[in-house]
Nanobody, 124 residues
């Protein structure tokens, strides 16, 4: 299994922006579908965005276009650009990897490697 580590979390005011990054090691990142998930306090883990090996993307509908996922396989890194942040975006954000070409999207089953998470806090 690959290893993943997230970077870039922090605190920001409502309306602000953050860019999360996730470093993939122990395998070729292009071999994986990479996704971002989040868990808010007291709530379940939910999908945010995913990008497959062919650069096809999937997003949670509730994001309304505020987030963008991208990948740079030359750096074995996947990014999540977050704009127009809201207090309800406060959560621990996790990066995950699953087998490419299976159409995993933002469904949690199928992702078998996870990072430790990074906290994002949005204040009003």
């Amino acid at each position: 299994q690959v290893q993943l580590v997230e970077f870039g979390g922090g605190s920001v005011q409502s309306g602000g922006s953050l860019r999360l990054s996730c470093q993939v090691s122990g395998g070729a990142s292009r071999s994986y579908c990479l996704g971002w998930f989040r868990q808010a306090p007291g709530e379940e883990l939910v999908g945010v965005a995913a990008i497959d090996a062919d650069d096809s993307t999937a997003y949670a509908s509730y994001l309304a276009g505020r987030f963008t996922i991208s990948r740079d396989d030359s750096k074995s890194t996947v990014y999540l650009e977050m704009r127009g942040l809201k207090p309800e975006d406060t959560a621990i954000y996790y990066c995950a990897a699953g087998p490419a070409w299976y159409g995993l999207g933002i469904r949690i089953p199928g992702y078998n490697s996870w990072g430790p998470g990074t906290q994002v806090t949005v204040s009003s």
